[in-house]
Each structure stands twice: as C-alpha cells, then as structure tokens.
Nanobody
Framework: VQLQASGGGLVQAGDSLRLSCAASGRTFSSLAMGWFRQAPEKERQFVAAIGWSGGGTYYADSVKGRFTISKDNAKNTMYLQMTSLKPEDTAIYYC????????????????WGQGTQVTVSS
C-alpha cells in the first residue's frame, strides 16, 4: 500500500482546506485510515480516524466540530475537510493506514504517506 497526501497550503485563521490521501492497490476498501499531524519539536499527534467501510469516525478533541474525515472507496481516496482553521493547527499532516480496526496510536499504523504542510497564519 502506498499513500500520497496532498492539499496542504498557507491559509489565514478561519479559512478552510481539504486534504486528500490517495492510495494505491486494490485493498483500499479493507483499510482503516487516519490523519496525524506533527508540529516542529512536537510528537506526532492523532487528528482523526475512519473505519474501513467509511463508518466509525473518531476525532481528537482539539479538532472535533471543525474537521471531518471521510473515505471514498470507489476513488481510493481519504479526505480531511478542515474548517475554522487556527494557528495551532499548523503542522505537517500525515495520512496512515492499517488492515485492522481504527486506533489513535501512530505506532499501530503500518503505512504512511509523505506528509503535507498546513500553515495557518493569524
């Protein structure tokens, strides 16, 4: 499984962005997937996760109500719709996947994308 994250950029506080994570292979529909982020000098942090079918979504408290994770098995793509962005959302965002149930622990994921930078200015 290869993952390719995209959609990051420089935005102002209050703006929206949609991140995408495209996956290779024919097993996408079997993957539980997640988004994580890492700010400079900080540990990688859970953002959101979604079950293999697209149901069962989970969010970090810091993004609940502002971010929405979704998964389109027909397009082999996962999304993270981010609204009401804040400067503290600034980080490199990574997508990840595993052939098991969702989890918020980065070490549980077997496949990772390369990351996409999100910068939110105040």
């Amino acid at each position: 499984v290869q993952l390719q994250a995209s959609g990051g950029g420089l935005v102002q506080a209050g703006d929206s962005l949609r991140l995408s994570c495209a996956a290779s292979g024919r097993t996408f529909s079997s993957l539980a997937m997640g988004w994580f982020r890492q700010a400079p000098e900080k540990e990688r942090q859970f953002v959101a996760a979604i079950g293999w079918s697209g149901g069962g979504t989970y969010y970090a408290d810091s993004v609940k109500g502002r971010f929405t994770i979704s998964k389109d098995n027909a397009k082999n793509t996962m999304y993270l719709q981010m609204t009401s962005l804040k400067p503290e959302d600034t980080a490199i965002y990574y997508c990840a996947a595993r052939f098991a149930r969702t989890t918020y622990v980065p070490a549980d994921y077997d496949y990772w994308g390369q990351g996409t930078q999100v910068t939110v200015s105040s």
